[in-house]
């Protein structure tokens, strides 16, 4: 009895490692972002096109869409008029745009994925290998925690936190479950190559190595100039129609070890590139290459963020904490701070000392480590630049001559009037 | 302690389920590979996840292009190639090809209505007639490029009419 428990345990200890590894959902959150952008990028070239590809008067009339199969269902089968699927698709490409920025993710990530199923069964003639790899790639995204980190999500979770305190910071998101989801998706993907490539094998233009050259004889990925190129190089049609399957191949079995997941991650992004830039697909390819960044390592991240926070260097913010409009602004504009580049001071009573008193009453301001001060506009200019998650920002901050112009006198009026603001915006918060 | 591992057992089977759907839904065709499909066929279906995953395989395959010939009101006949004025970096590339395809794999279900559009994008010919072509790709290979060959030469395809039809008065 007792054996057969500890080989349970032991199943269990193997099968939690696999499965169920506390982990961040970071290399999601980068799908995520990539996912969201391809598809607002690609459904919103469609606006154009919308009544052709979607409408009972464009390519596909609804009684020929609908399918025998009474799993293949679309929203758009119960849409009857233009205006009903111009509101729908603008619906689906508002969500894309809320699904890149991380706001309201848990349910935004729904309607994604049930639009875009209702586009690809409403028309399938335009269903293609992409839109096969966002459907799983979304299902996952759907079951995953997705917005706890790189979103306005996470951003209003720490808000909500330096409101009470701000000093306060929060834990990243951890959870066994996107753990799950992280392996989940890292099997999809060497799935599909595992696949992609044993069906290669089985032909005749993969096993002699001219599948390249036909590709590009093809009329969707027709190329005069490369095709006479590759006639005098024909070595490099070879090379490529081999290295395309020895990549995939090779993937899915060495992707999982530390120390080559690297490389193979370098290799499969490195095809991704030339079937974007030779063939033409960049949808495609972009959508495969945010698939494999589930396989980029949550610590990678992480030193990545130390090693930019540390060529930074450390910033403080020194600020007024009598004043409740200034509070509430740095709340809000910490909480775009992901990284924890900037410390803050209360100069009320944690005077500074690099700057005065005096000179904190007309502005807030910024100490950077080789000790220089920078006032107001220019402190949070200075900021914006160095700070990831602020880099949204930067356009507002660094438009030539105008940001200054406008910028600096707008700080000044808002420092030298934010008594009277701090009762208006703060006590009316607090009065209501 | 209950809940919690009733929570590791539902996620366990989950995660199990959805990898069984990845490793079986572009699995060859098999007594097994069909029976575990058949259960998951409606899941797949839905959200869909049935997917072959055989990009170009097992060869690439020749492809076709649709030709339109407008036949004006004088007998005249002028010929369009349609995909070629299709931008490589717009999505529209694959859009309108796929509905070429559709048009040519099932003519008696898109020809007329692609040739009442044909009709009506050509006006300004004043046509009275439209031929649907399929050019089919003959294979071209590297001897033909280093013989001086061109690939959109008509010898490398095989021309297939799908459909003549009056234009609308």
């Known amino acids: ?432 | 302690m209950i809940r919690q591992r009733l929570t590791y057992l539902i996620m366990s089977l989950f995660v199990t389920w959805q990898t069984l759907v990845m490793i079986v839904a572009p699995a060859p065709d098999s007594y097994l590979s069909d029976a575990i499909r058949k259960v998951l066929q409606p899941y797949m279906s839905l959200l869909r996840l049935d997917s072959q995953w055989d990009f170009f395989a097992p060869n690439v395959g020749e492809g076709s292009r649709l030709r339109v010939i407008v036949e004006d009101k004088d007998g005249g006949q002028h010929t369009f190639n349609p995909a070629q004025q299709l931008s490589w970096f717009h999505p529209s590339y694959f859009w309108v090809r796929g509905w070429y395809y559709a048009i040519m794999d099932n003519p008696e279900l898109y020809a007329d209505a692609a040739i009442a559009r044909f009709c009506k994008q050509h006006a300004a010919l004043h046509p009275a007639a439209i031929t649907l072509i399929e050019m089919q790709e003959e294979r071209f290979t590297r001897e033909d490029e280093l013989a001086g060959e061109d690939r959109t030469d008509p010898k490398f395809f095989t021309a297939k009419t799908i459909k003549h039809a009056q234009c609308p008065e």
């Open chain 1, 1 to 432: 009895m007792s054996f057969v428990r500890e080989r349970l345990a032991a199943f269990w200890d193997v099968w939690s490692r696999i499965w169920f590894q506390n982990s961040p959902t970071t290399p999601l959150e980068i799908t995520r972002i990539g996912v969201g952008s391809a598809l607002l990028i690609h459904y919103a070239l469609a606006t154009p096109y919308l009544s052709d590809l979607w409408s009972d008067n464009g390519w596909m009339p609804r009684d020929l869409a609908v399918s025998d199969d009474p799993w293949s269902l679309s929203l758009l089968f119960g849409v009857t008029s233009e205006w009903q699927l111009a509101a729908f698709h603008f619906i689906f490409l508002a969500c894309c745009a809320a699904f890149i920025v991380g706001w309201r993710t848990s349910w935004v990530k729904w309607v994604l994925l049930i639009g875009q199923i209702s586009y690809d069964h409403r028309n399938p003639m335009l269903f293609y290998g992409v839109d096969k790899i966002l459907a799983a790639l979304l299902f996952i995204m759907c079951l995953a925690p997705v917005g706890r980190a790189l979103s306005l999500d996470r951003v209003r979770a720490v808000r909500a936190a330096k409101r009470h305190n701000l000093g306060a910071t929060l834990p990243q998101f951890t959870s066994e479950w996107a753990g799950a989801c992280t392996r989940l998706m890292q099997i999809q993907m060497a799935t599909l190559f595992f696949y992609s490539a044993i069906s290669k094998l089985g032909g005749d233009d993969w096993w002699y190595g001219d599948a390249v050259w036909y590709v590009f004889t093809t009329d969707e990925h027709y190329n005069a100039t490369l095709l006479r190129f590759f006639a005098s190089q024909y070595w490099l049609v070879n090379l490529a129609t081999y290295g395309t399957i020895l990549i995939e191949l090779g993937y899915v079995f060495l992707i999982w070890q530390r120390a080559t997941r690297p490389y193979l991650l370098a290799l499969a992004l490195f095809l991704h590139s030339q079937f974007a830039l030779l063939m033409g697909l960049y949808y495609f390819s972009f959508t495969m290459m945010m698939g494999h960044m589930s396989f980029v390592r949550p610590e990678w991240l992480h030193n990545l963020g130390l090693a930019w926070k540390k060529k930074i260097g450390p910033m403080e913010m020194i600020y007024d904490g009598r004043c409740g409009f200034c509070v509430r602004s740095m709340v809000w504009f910490l909480a775009f701070d992901g990284l924890q580049q900037i410390n803050i001071r209360n100069f009320r009573i944690d005077p500074s000392p690099v700057v005065s008193d005096e000179k904190m009453e007309k502005a807030l301001y910024l100490v950077l480590p080789d000790g220089r001060a920078l006032p107001g506009f220019e402190a949070y200019r200075h900021v914006v630049l160095r700070v990831p998650g602020m880099w949204w920002m930067v356009p507002f901050f660094y438009i030539p001559v105008l940001s200054r112009a406008v910028g600096t006198p707008v700080y000044n009026y808002i420092a030298s009037h934010r008594s009277q603001m701090s009762s208006i915006f703060v006590g009316a918060e607090g009065g209501a």
